[in-house]
């Protein structure tokens, strides 16, 4: 089937995800695309030492059987932001989105992307955030306190997955050299330029207490680096405190998982972060 031009480009960055590109580009696979115009799928395995890029190989006939084109750069060097910059050089799309192998998207989360960043002014746009706990006690009850923290519940952060249109891409040239890009994508966009799509995509979160320190430490670090470095972009942080009154509810209510959330936090301060961008699966 012959490809229309290219009007969405979805960047996946993949480092050792042998494990879940397959799932995660069938998820993208299986989108309800109705809009005339084609998609365009770039995977990045960057570092790689497992077969993810044959895996992500394996799926472009099924890709061009919908009229898309699904392309499989390899990097032999490590490292996300690298990933992304090569996505992004080899993209066509005025519309991006940046998309993490670990994540599952719901069939209505692409074509949704696409009609909130469909206009001529800078915009963000991420989906409804599922968060997914593995089978760990720990994991499963620090989601439940994670999942009611304001700007996880009433945000739009973006977690795993985020796009911007032409006119939001052209607010930053190449992807710094930063541990949190998804932050810096967020905090490039005033609150009002951020839109939350109702479509859900599932996001997985760390296994286990110190796989959850780890990526907690990353997410701080990263917040740190990005107020260092780019100071400016803290004026577009909306990021609400939860209410007192609010947390002692919620400690009485679910004492064992409050206070997991809590001791992972105390954890996080006692070490400086690692430079390993891993989640610690």
């Not at 599952?104 to 955030?129: C, F, M, Q, W």
């Not at 839109?195 to 286990?208: E, H, K, L, S, T």
Request: aromatic content about 8%; charged content about 25%.
């Amino acid at each position: 089937m012959p490809r229309l031009p290219t009007i969405l480009s979805v960047i996946l960055p993949a480092s050792n995800e042998a494990d879940e590109i397959a799932a995660c580009l069938r998820a993208v696979l299986h989108s309800n695309w109705r809009k005339p115009g084609a998609m365009q799928v770039i995977v990045v395995a960057n570092g790689c030492t497992d077969d993810t890029a044959a895996r992500a190989r394996a799926l472009v006939n099924d890709y061009d059987e919908r009229g898309w084109l699904l392309q499989v750069i390899e990097r032999q060097a490590g490292g996300k932001l690298g990933a992304l910059n090569a996505g992004d050089a080899a993209a066509d799309g005025a519309i991006r989105v940046y998309l993490d192998a670990d994540v599952t998207v719901s069939p209505n989360l692409i074509p949704e992307l696409h009609t909130a960043l469909d206009v001529a002014a800078p915009r963000y746009a991420s989906g409804k955030v599922i968060i997914i706990a593995p089978k760990s006690w720990v994991s499963r009850s620090y989601a439940r306190i994670w999942r009611k923290v304001p700007f996880m519940a009433r945000g739009v952060p973006g977690c795993g997955v985020f796009a911007v249109n032409a006119a939001g891409r052209a607010r930053w040239g190449a992807f710094p050299d930063i541990i949190s890009d998804d932050t810096f994508v967020r905090l490039s966009f005033k609150p009002e330029e951020r839109i939350g799509v109702p479509a859900p995509y599932d996001w997985p979160i760390a296994r286990g207490f110190a796989n959850l320190v780890k990526v907690r430490r990353r997410q701080d670090a990263g917040v740190r680096q990005i107020a260092e470095q780019f100071p400016d972009l803290l004026e577009n942080d909306d990021k609400d405190r939860m209410p007192r009154w609010r947390t002692i509810l919620m400690a009485l209510d679910q004492p064992l998982s409050f206070a997991i959330y809590c001791a992972v936090a105390v954890a996080v301060k006692l070490r400086p972060p690692s430079r390993d961008w891993s989640r610690g699966r």
